[in-house]
């Protein structure tokens, strides 16, 4: 599929997306939205990054205004569910976006908030709900909200909220909905739980999946460097003074190691906020607002906050710890080279971590390319095991090199493989076009 032009898409949808300069559709958007057209049920496996939210909004923006019911107070059309209050807030901003042009009415509803406005927007009426689990049971428990008119019903990210405890919740949701509807499931992974809920909840589904690895190499320059871990801020802090990482998104596996890394980067003169969990709700709205805005350069995330994130020109990913669960990556890497651009994930290795990044390779078959760093050798460190064949100072054995592009940037200076004999800089943002909300 060369454009969205073939989908069957109303036409004022045609015309919002090439406001938005969308002109390719990504594989599951071309997949996807022929069938959800016609009415099918739907598993989705894809992360972030592949342009499932377009892949889901178009064809119910489509279905909705085909047919102009009545609102009817406190009865939504469409329901969307997502774990995140992040999440929630930027699928609301791109169904209206995309339904510019259409008279549909969306609202969206989470915690952490007063609900006062969230109340009055039922009580006049919505065509589509995006919510959290939690806040609306809430609702529904007071009678704010009823969903027996409910024609289309949305599970995005339905492992995080396996994940984060929603499971029983959404249950209870679904079981108040009416059972001729259409659904949509999309989840990154398909543990036992999600994959029994699916079966429950979808009729005769079609499946649409798009692979880790399709994801993890199309468009983003990857590359590892072995590091011991009392270096890494020092090697952070060399990386981040080259100009071409103008919005960088730096990982953690926890609350308190994402806290650490901000405070040293704050104390080092950055622009920088910290996302995560133990957050309250405005800190992290206010943290993401200023990563949007350009007010932070540099955003440091755990995980499962960072889930929802969905921030155009992320020039580099940094994974400060290697995940421990390999479909992590694979998440943390799809924040940048999105809206069909290029873009660099650098992931610090210390021995500890050695396997965690073979387990990656194994996901994505592929080896990540070992990166050279001027920085000090360790002796505790460099006595770590070998990985993927490469020198027990993390430098790559020597071979011959990869051929590179012309006219590339030398990165000798902040860390990364020096471009001796034209070698590959992992500092590449190649801009393309397609829709990847």
Do not use: W
Request: proline fraction near 6%.
């Amino acid at each position: 599929m060369t454009s969205f032009d073939g989908l069957g898409l109303a036409e004022p949808l045609q015309r919002a997306l090439k406001s938005e300069n969308y002109t390719k559709p990504t594989p599951i958007q071309a997949e996807a939205i022929p069938l959800l057209i016609e009415g099918r049920d739907l598993l989705g496996i894809a992360q972030t990054g592949t342009g499932k939210t377009a892949a889901f909004a178009l064809p119910l923006l489509h279905r909705l205004a085909a047919t102009r019911p009545a609102r009817v107070p406190r009865s939504p059309r469409a329901l969307i569910l997502a774990p995140t209050r992040e999440l929630a807030r930027q699928i609301d901003e791109r169904a209206r976006a995309y339904g510019r042009a259409l008279s549909i009415r969306t609202a969206v509803i989470f915690g952490g908030v007063g609900q006062g406005l969230q109340v009055k927007a039922l009580r006049e009426g919505v065509d589509i709900l995006i919510a959290t689990p939690g806040r609306l049971i809430d609702l529904l428990n007071q009678n704010h909200v009823r969903l027996d008119k409910v024609e289309i019903l949305v599970l995005d990210e339905a492992d995080r909220m396996l994940d984060m405890g929603f499971i029983r919740d959404v249950r209870k949701i679904v079981a108040k909905c009416p059972k001729e509807r259409q659904t949509l499931l999309f989840s990154a992974t398909m543990p036992r739980d999600i994959a029994k809920l699916a079966g429950d909840i979808l009729h005769n589904p079609a499946r649409v999946e798009v692979t880790p690895e399709t994801i993890a190499v199309d468009r983003i320059e990857q590359g590892v460097y072995f590091v011991p871990a009392q270096q890494k801020r020092t090697l952070l802090t060399q990386l981040l003074k080259d100009p071409a990482m103008d919005r960088v998104l730096v990982f953690t596996r926890t609350k308190h190691g994402a806290d650490k890394v901000c405070r040293y980067l704050s104390q080092a003169g950055e622009s920088v906020e910290a996302l995560h969990g133990n957050k309250a709700q405005n800190a992290r709205v206010r943290a993401l607002d200023a990563f949007k805005s350009g007010r932070a350069r540099i955003l440091v995330a755990t995980d499962i906050a960072a889930r929802g994130i969905d921030v155009q020109n992320i020039s580099h990913v940094i994974n400060y710890e290697m995940p421990n669960e390999p479909e992590s990556y694979v998440h943390r890497i799809g924040r940048t080279a999105r809206a069909g651009k290029g873009g660099a994930a650098l992931s610090f290795c210390d021995g500890s971590e050695r396997a965690y990044l073979r387990s990656i390779e194994r996901l994505i078959r592929r080896e990540i390319e070992v990166l050279a760093h001027d920085l000090p050798k360790v002796e505790p460190e460099a006595e770590q095991a070998p990985a993927n064949g490469h020198s027990r100072n993390g430098a790559p054995k020597r071979g011959r090199p990869s051929r590179g592009r012309p006219g590339q940037a030398n990165h000798r200076a902040n860390g990364s493989r020096p471009h001796a004999q034209g070698q590959k800089s992992t500092h590449r943002n190649a801009s393309r076009s397609g829709a990847q909300h």
